[in-house]
């Protein structure tokens, strides 16, 4: 089993559409919860991170996290179609060989907005 | 601030040859990461440097993948003997401060062994 789950996608939407894309995680001892956007074949853009549970919001992005329930989201509004690309979730703690310094990600979710 | 920048963008090689990859991170960050991402994958961590210590290293990272980073500013990391399951796309990262959270990627060394 991954450490981190994520529903690969894609996922389709229209313009305009509420996009919620979710990650949930086995490890217990991830304390930031981070999301990255990726467009295809570039590097991933670091869009937000949250440290523990609750919520945070930038602009139409808004990320939540539970860690009772070991799952995160990220909720965009007002979708648009640059903002196809691959959502990355990525969580930082002590991974299963040990180490507080290094990103454990997901698989990533392909999102496509369409016109 | 310019940004992480990575060189080349691309490189073609046979299986066998070695190859070096070299990564500018942010200036004054004190830390710099490498990770391998496969296509429909996630970003796989490889190996961790605070300024010039390498302080982590993934069992992912064999004895073929060698990593440096001289005078704590740009990295390389070389691979020897490529084989065809190295290609990938190589990706550096860096952050300031004492947390691992904040990291910011360079575009990536897209590597194609043929």
């Known amino acids: 089993q991954k450490e981190v789950e994520q529903d690969p996608g894609p996922l389709s939407v229209p313009e305009g559409a509420i996009v919620s894309l979710n990650c949930t995680y086995s490890n217990s001892a991830f304390q930031y919860f981070m999301w990255y956007r990726q467009y295809s074949r570039k590097g991933p853009e670091l869009l937000m991170y949250t440290y523990s549970s609750g919520n945070k919001e930038d602009g139409r992005f808004t990320a939540q996290v539970d860690k009772s329930s070991k799952y995160i989201s990220l909720f965009i509004r007002d979708s648009q179609p640059s903002d196809s690309a691959t959502y990355l979730c990525a969580m930082e703690g002590w991974g299963l060989t040990g180490g507080g310094n290094k990103l454990t990600f997901g698989t990533g979710t392909q999102l496509k907005v369409e016109l | ?114």
Not at chain 2, 28 to 38: C, D, F, G, S, V
Not at chain 2, 54 to 64: A, G, H
Not at chain 2, 80 to 99: F, I
Request: with cysteine; aromatic share 12%; hydrophobic share 25%.
């Open chain 2, 1 to 114: 601030d310019t940004g992480v920048s990575q060189n080349p963008r691309h490189k073609i090689t046979k299986r066998g040859q070695n190859v070096t990859f070299r990564c500018d991170p942010i200036s004054e960050h004190n830390r710099l990461y490498w990770y391998r991402q496969t296509l429909g994958q996630g970003p796989e961590f490889l190996t961790y440097f605070q300024n010039e210590a390498q302080l982590e290293k993934s069992r992912l990272l064999s004895d073929r993948f060698s990593a440096e980073r001289p005078k704590g500013s740009f990295s390389t990391l070389e691979i020897q003997r490529t084989e065809q399951g190295d290609s990938a796309m190589y990706l550096c990262a860096s952050s300031a401060g004492t947390g691992a959270y904040e990291q910011y990627f360079g575009p990536g060394t897209r590597l194609t062994v043929t």
